[in-house]
DNA sequence: TCAATTGTAATAAAATTTGTTACAATATAA
DNA sequence: TTATATTGTAACAAATTTTATTACAATTGA
């Protein structure tokens, strides 16, 4: 994760776990974090995907939330972001004659897997509530 | 860890690892990686600063371990060559006039660094002798 | 002295991430 | 029903990161 989709994705939802019921725009998001609208549509387009929030188009359009912030876990924000494994990416295309590059990644999937694991089922135990309750 | 900086030093010291005494070049340790020996010396470089391995100029040179790979965890590699946190990059420059944007990376270094934190202490289980033995 | 090797720098190429611009579709309010 | 504000998305551009390549001085052993 060399990028800022979680740190955008859980800013985002605290703005809006704290608007309530409000339609909030993409151009006051884009505010908050000091970036561009068109970014967080984009981000908010993920996080419609997974189901946390529903956007209205038209005058007074904006997103809220599709469900409670406490039914909202750190760890479906990260999977619902996520794009590499903790531990990296594998090499690929290891050399099969080599006893090591031959059987590497077979070993390491496991590793990255259950490294993976350890990171959501803690993160399964924070909710989106607790963290947004922070800042009110 | 949007690189496979992980994978690649894991590659090397298992290689090493099951090499006892000998001096291995980087060109062999290259064909086995499938990548080019200066980049593998570029790698070796940063296991050598976190003192694993020495490395040895001239004919007949090569690379060899620094300590038992007993004496070496998975964690000590990581820890060697990881460049992001696990949860990635943070948004800086966020709104200080927003309550949300003031105050949100104070919340985020603490959650960033607990799972860091988690994934290092349970990497610290696990040997390299007890991960290069699989390939012997 | 010759040959092989490291260590490192400089550079280039490729991939990923972030930012920008534009606009059709849509929804509200006057 | 018209004007206005907004999303959703695409296309593109810029910036950053990652990977690969080339080169060569310094070193070591034979």
Redo the contacts with the bound molecule.
């Keep these: 994760m ?4 979680f740190s955008t994705a859980i800013h985002i939802l605290t703005l809006l776990a704290d608007s309530g019921e409000n339609w909030v ?3 006051w998001i884009a505010g908050s974090i000091n ?5 967080v ?2 981000e ?2 993920a996080l ?1 995907d997974a189901g946390f929030v529903i ?9 809220r939330l599709n469900k409670p912030s406490s039914q909202i876990s750190l760890a479906d924000i990260y999977v619902a972001v996520k ?2 494994e903790v531990l990296g ?1 594998k090499n690929l295309n290891t050399n099969p004659q080599c006893p090591v590059g031959k059987q590497i990644n077979k070993e390491l999937d496991q590793l990255y897997s259950d490294t993976d694991q350890l990171v959501i089922n803690s993160l399964k135990g924070l909710t989106l509530e607790n963290f947004a309750k922070k800042f009110r």
Tied chains: 1, 2.
Aim: proline share 0%.
């Design positions: 060399n990028n800022t989709r725009n993409s151009d970036t561009n609208a068109a970014m549509r984009k908010l387009s419609q956007g209205r188009k038209g005058k007074e359009g904006g997103s794009n590499t990416k």
